[in-house]
């Protein structure tokens, strides 16, 4: 069994920062990509950002050169710092990870969701 547990979401004015962190736990071997998604009420989910274990990175262009992910291996542990924050960006953020589990098995594995909310 994998737990991911995300925290740093909350309330925040047009212009301002939050930064999510995302701690993977349990039967974990190894960890591939990680990433974060969004969910805005009545909108599918969509794809924010994502980092390999290698470090290489994706973002959507919407959050190009505002936002940041990064992740430390060590603490099974993917961050995103989120920088000049528009009342677009707000959403549901829930991150994910592919783990491949002490049993050989490899799933996808996802947070439980942190809500962020920009007032403008």
């Known amino acids: 069994q994998v737990r991911m547990v995300e925290s740093g979401g909350g309330l925040v004015q047009a212009g301002g920062s939050l930064r999510l962190s995302c701690a993977a736990s349990?039967?974990?071997?190894?960890?591939?990509?990680m990433g974060w998604y969004r969910q805005a009420p009545g909108k599918q989910r969509e794809l924010v950002a994502v980092?390999?274990?290698?470090?290489?990175?994706t973002y959507a262009d919407s959050v190009k050169g505002r936002f940041t992910i990064s992740r430390d291996n060590a603490k099974n542990t993917v961050y995103l710092q989120m920088n000049s924050l528009k009342p677009e960006d707000t959403a549901v953020y829930y991150c994910?990870?592919?783990?491949?589990?002490?049993?050989?098995?490899?799933?996808?594995?996802w947070g439980q969701g942190t809500q962020v909310t920009v007032s403008s």
């Open positions: 980092i390999t274990s290698g470090g290489s990175t």
């Open positions: 994910n990870a592919i783990v491949q589990t002490i049993w050989g098995t490899e799933y996808r594995y």
């Open positions: 349990g039967s974990i071997f190894s960890i591939n990509a």
